[in-house]
DNA sequence: TAGCAATAATTAGTGTGACAAATATATAAG
DNA sequence: CTTATATATTTGTCACACTAATTATTGCTA
């Protein structure tokens, strides 16, 4: 095992997760979805989990706070979420799907599925158990706490 | 096999690439690396591959061509990298890195092994060769001139 | 209840990523 | 030689990631 192929895989892993996205991104845009793909996440996740603070939402979605911020600020001006405060800490936002939303939601999300699926052609269901399993190894040793 | 499935997956991907990336990113700013993980990739590719066009640079990098053209003016603001024109072909530079980039290099070198080396902890021999060949599928899968 | 630490969200600043358009130079076709 | 086309790089714009600092509010504590 040579300590150089770590930094190999690595930057194959940075690589792939970003034409993974971008592939997807194309695909929104030509069919003028009108939403980025991190957007969509965001509005996947408000779709199956209504209700939420911007806090719970940004770690649904794996995001930090002042990143999913301005996504939502985009998204709302899209009309498609709104965010109202919560009654008993005016702390926080809740946050919402509108109806615009919500329609969004069900009018992409099948188109969504067949654009995602594209990338695991030629896999089959031990890859897809195997590179679970590996990815969230590896999320876990690098765990905030995590210092030796 | 559940369609929606595809859509965690790439979710992961994406995660966890990005805690690879940011995880490096801290062990840089807590040692005062005095780069970014970004421009390491950029400085070690020079190192391996000296007197290259900026458009090789970039495929190496895995990085488009402005994304390096930026990476570039700042290495060169912080005296690691120099541009020379080419002799034959005034549109494009030889890029090489100075003699305070090739100290740079060695010296960070072995500790960037180090900080590389955590994210595969607990996994084996196979799982980086399970981890790579999937990965490779799926870039090969999103190869631009593949429209099913 | 006054003061203070903790928390939710935002803002600011820098770096990176993708894409399109602009610039400068090279090469090919006529 | 001139025009057209291709190529290398840069610039501009928008979106996202991460950090640090700021604001508003809450809840604890003395």
Redesign the interface.
């Known amino acids: 095992?040579h300590?150089?192929?770590?930094?190999r895989?690595?930057?194959?892993?940075?690589?792939?997760?970003?034409?993974?996205?971008q592939?997807?991104q194309v695909q929104f845009n030509l069919g003028n979805y009108g939403v980025t793909v991190d957007q969509w996440?965001v509005l996947?996740n408000l779709n199956n989990t209504a209700n939420i603070s911007q806090k719970e939402l940004a770690k649904l979605c794996?995001k930090d706070q002042p990143t999913l911020t301005r996504i939502l600020d985009l998204l709302v001006k899209k009309g498609f979420v709104e965010r109202t405060i919560h009654k008993n800490d005016r702390r926080s936002f809740i946050v919402q799907l509108s109806e615009e939303g919500r329609n969004k939601v069900s009018e992409l999300e099948p188109n969504?599925?067949e654009i995602?699926?594209?990338?695991?052609?030629?896999?089959d269901?031990n890859?897809?158990e195997?590179?679970?399993r590996?990815?969230?190894?590896?999320?876990?040793?690098?765990e905030l706490n995590n210092n030796d």
Do not use: H, P
């Not at 995602?116 to 896999?123: C, D, G, P, Q, V």
């Not at 590996?134 to 690098?142: A, C, E, G, R």
């Open positions: 095992m300590k150089e192929s770590f930094n895989y690595s930057l194959l892993l940075d690589c792939t997760a970003r034409r993974v996205k592939y997807a996440a996947k794996g969504v599925r995602r699926m594209k990338a695991w052609e030629n896999l269901e890859d897809f195997d590179l679970q590996i990815l969230n190894t590896i999320y876990k040793n690098l």
